[in-house]
């Protein structure tokens, strides 16, 4: 059953092959034979019960998309009268009071929550190091990273401890794991998918997606997950796709551009697994033209003005008054502030509050974060004129394969270098989605597949129809070995 | 020592509170005088994962508002963070207008004691969110936190420096107070904080063409203090120049107790608050369309009121004044009118028993228990001879106690009629003239002087009831009608 996908276990407990409690039964024992992962920060105490309920809702023949199937939510959404942690030793005890929107909606929906995945500190980080509760370790090499900031969805998900998870992408924090561990993982339009209840990091760019093992089942997941909130002015009033029932619809006409200069950074084994994609994509019927994106190169410094900036302002709320960690025993409020954020964040949240508190302050506002804001228009232009012409855009995921453990804990550009490729897509709102594409020296790569905005459902038909003719997402890290 | 002419220089911002039912950015009620932390939701406490959502009533207040100064109205308004820490400021940033304020550019026209008119600039008017409060009194060695406050939709109006005396700037706030009331666009009420001013002074001596070092003296919640806080800042910086030193820029407090301001922080140390565009709210569009919408059911301003009552109701330019002035008087007054269209007696009565009532109740007239339908049908009794005005007084008097609750009632159960029977009146005439035959022939004589004194004598016979004038016609016919 762990083995199974998303779609195959919604089959599975509808055509009461097992039950939603038996499922659950196996995917808690695999968690605790796995838990050397670190994928979880919490599971889900009452998970039994929940899985027993919506096995009697399944006897009463409701028919919700997802009910009963026992799914991950990263630990950046809040979850009512759950700990929601956020990574961060400041939110080590927090108690939500209210469900995120995308976990009421997979509620609504019938899924059941076994607990919270792991995370970069308030989604801060490419490997899951910057974590208060642990690195996660990759199910392909426990000595490797997953990435990040979704890398306990990611890995939980590729370990098979549960067939899709939630998942929130900044900068590539869903592409950049999902690749790492090999699976699919779609960042969708931003707008898409409400914010209400996402512990923010940086609000222009934060957007939560589906992590799962097949483009199909991002497609039933994202579905679920979509549309309008009033809660979140800045999601999009735009109708929701059936996405799966796009997925297997002829792609007639389709045309994906290239742009050459990022496949000619990467190295021969990793260019040899992109050429190889483009073969196979051209086997489903489509056709490759070259683009240009003159400013894509800037993307990871726009992105690393905008989100320290944003994140400055957003993480101020943490301030050890009103709730979250309060140091002990300050003698005033100066020490009060002081202490709780000092202690209760770690290094790399801390690094980015100053990056970002310096990018906004008088006589430098003008130099970095309008600057900044100046390309991040560039680079929306470059795309929105490329998709003038294509359909699609392909390009790697990621620089590498997954690195080893503390590899480059202590070297931030080194890390943030891991976003090259991921980043632009946010800094012009526009979905993206990271399929397995290959594999080198044992390590899953990934493809990443731009879409024009809103459509998702076109991005998911490419990926569902590539993993039609190839098996890269059903190779799992225990028959490798 | 000659000491050498000084001019002050005063700028105002004015923090208005809209009225609306829930908060700015929140579904969190806005109404006054609850518990500590009873109307704060997870969006108002900031906690982790919340978002704002902008209410859209306060769009066509601020928009009135810039209608009603002349001012122009922002194509897209868009909301901006200013960082800086406090405990009562959930978020650690409000969420305010920096760069794009919804009004620009307008004008009030304050009037001066020597009759002419100023015009006082307004630079800007944006919307914000009002932070909580600090309870710095209610633990011992602790700083309580209430955040009832912390939401509430601020519109912030800052003039430019156009004042010149702590006089003209009160008549600024008031004149802002006055509009923003008519508009109802806030309830105006300065004891519960919806109208605070900041006052900017600084002095220089006449002729400098700089401008002084100015400081800011927050939160001033009366038009009295206002007045009061801007006199001794403007001796105290003074003062200052005169020993030879500086004033320092700095932000200050007014302390209504000890009539005087005080240092709160020094701008030297303030923070710089970093604003940038807020990510979570979209930009707010207005077209043309939707403004001229909101012109069109633009109220009546103070100053149209007062010219359309001189030139349609014949009232003079100071009683129109005094109606207007008031919008809640100048609606009383109005109701009147459309059941009485003696204006002249509507306003004698506004301005005399009604006033002293009010004032003696300390009430404003919206809580007055005399109805314009009350006070009219009183008029009407005046002007229809039932009653005199005296006895009308006294009917007035019983009204406002709550003793009746018509006229017609008060003055049958109270036998008030005047008495216009002229047969009952003919017999106390008589009477009265039998019994004072030397008055009479006096009268003859040409001392006119006595008539008064019979009149009164009858009045005083009938209890006031008989109407004077009659009385006075009905003695002048006895007398000179040969017998």
Redesign the interface.
Known sequence: MPDQTLAEQIKGIRRKKYSSFELTQSLLDRIKDKSNLNCFISIDENIIEKAQAADKEIQKGSDKPLLGIPIAHKDIFCEYETKTTAGSRMLENFVAPYDATVVSNLKRAGAISLGKTNMDEFAMGSSNETSFFGPVRNPWDENRVPGGSSGGSAAAVSARLCCAATGTDTGGSIRQPASFCGITGLKPTYGRVSRWGMIAYASSLDQAGPMALTAEDCAIMLREMSGHDKKDSTSAQVAVDDYSAFLSRPLGKLTIGIFEPLMKELDSSTSLVMETTIKDLEKVGVTFTEIDLPNFSYAIPAYYVIAPAECSANLSRYDGVRFGYRCKEPSNLKELYQRSRTEGLGQEVKNRIMAGTFALTTGYYDAFYRKAQQVRRLIKNDFVKAFKNVDLIIAPTTPSTAFRLGEKADDPQEMYLQDVYTTSANLAGLPALSMPAGFVNGLPVGAQLIGNYFEEARILSVAHQFQAITDWHLTSPDSQT | MIIANWETVIGLEIHVQLSTKSKIFSDASTVFGTGPNEQAN?VD??????????NAEIFPKAIAFGLSIGAEIAKTSYFD?K?Y?Y?DL????QITQMDEPIVRNGCINIELNNGTTKSIRINRAHLEEDAGKSLHDSFPNM?G?DLNRAGIPLLEIVSEPDMRTAEEAEKYAKSIHQLVTYLSISDGNMAEGSFRCDANVSVRREGEKELGTRTETKNINSFKFLKNAINFEVKRQMNVIQSGQKVKQETRLYDSVKNETRPMRSKETAT?Y???PE????PVSFDQNYIDQIKKTLPELPSEKKNRYVREHGLRESEAKFLSNDLELALFYENCHKLVKDSKQIVNWLKGEMLSRLSDAEITIKDSPISPIQLCDLIKRISDGTISVTIGKKIFGKLWEGQSISVDNVIRDENLAQLSDSKQLDELINEAIKKNPKQIEQFRNGKTKVLGYLIGLIMKETSGKANPKQVNDLILERINSPK
């Open positions: 997870e406490l900031g906690l982790p994962g919340t978002l704002p959502v902008v963070r960082n820490f405990p959930p978020k650690g940033y700083t936190v710089d970093r604003y940038f990510p979570d709210l979209l």
